[in-house]
T-cell receptor
Framework: AQKVTQAQTEISVVEKEDVTLDCVYETRDTTYYLFWYKQPPSGELVFLIRRNSFDEQNEISGRYSWNFQKSTSSFNFTITASQVVDSAVYFCALSEAGANAGKSTFGDGTTLTVKP | DTAVSQTPKYLVTQMGNDKSIKCEQNLGHDTMYWYKQDSKKFLKIMFSYNNKELIINETVPNRFSPKSPDKAHLNLHINSLELGDSAVYFC???????????FGPGTRLLVL
């Protein structure tokens, strides 16, 4: 069975600090997809990134970067120079390609608070 | 221009009532989903449809019945509402099971 663990329930930082949100996953599939979503206080779920299991290349998008390491089954998300607008709940998710295709499993979320 | 839309946005109702939530996507996607987010923000998949066919049906009470009249719509009907049904229900769609899911704005259901 697939599982996603976001061990950090809440993180609080001061603006301009860097922060890393951890995500560890479990799956028996060799082909799978990992996602990060942001849920700001307004409540909508905003897609941030998708990564497939064959692509371990790290990705940077502005202040956001993602570190995918299959060896440790981790897909961590770093925000550089955090801003107040980054305050949100962040979800890591896993979707398998095999028998459970489409059955995305979400982590419990990490609530990030960025203080001015 | 809204990609995935849900109606209503808010729903307050009494225990025992029957209610429906509608979802529409204009992305041309084949796959649609319903998720439930509880008060602790835990997000759990309920159903998945692909080309109007039910693909995933998680352990959800049979008071919940999804209906997909066409690829662009996936509605959720709930019978005999209970207090524990209070949650935010999100609809999502994707180009296929391996693709990114795009979420609607959510429907906040409160059962009194």
């Amino acid at each position: 069975a697939q599982k996603v663990t976001q061990a950090q329930t809440e993180i609080s930082v001061v603006e301009k600090e860097d922060v890393t949100l951890d995500c560890v996953y479990e799956t028996r599939d060799t082909t799978y997809y990992l996602f990060w979503y942001k849920q700001p206080p307004s409540g909508e779920l905003v897609f941030l990134i998708r990564r497939n299991s064959f692509d371990e290349q790290n990705e940077i998008s502005g202040r956001y970067s993602w570190n995918f390491q299959k060896s440790t089954s981790s897909f961590n998300f770093t925000i550089t120079a955090s801003q107040v607008v980054d305050s949100a709940v962040y979800f890591c998710a896993l979707s398998e390609a095999g028998a459970n295709a489409g059955k995305s499993t979400f982590g419990d979320g990490t609530t990030l608070t960025v203080k001015p | 221009d809204t990609a995935v839309s849900q109606t209503p946005k808010y729903l307050v109702t009494q225990m025992g009532n029957d209610k429906s939530i509608k979802c529409e996507q204009n992305l041309g996607h084949d796959t649609m989903y319903w998720y439930k987010q509880d008060s602790k923000k835990f997000l759990k998949i309920m159903f998945s449809y692909n080309n109007k066919e039910l693909i995933i049906n998680e352990t959800v009470p049979n008071r919940f019945s999804p209906k997909s009249p066409d690829k662009a719509h996936l509605n959720l009907h709930i019978n005999s509402l209970e207090l524990g049904d209070s949650a935010v229900y999100f609809c999502a769609s994707s180009g296929g099971h391996r693709e990114t899911q795009y979420f609607g704005p959510g429907t906040r259901l409160l059962v009194l």
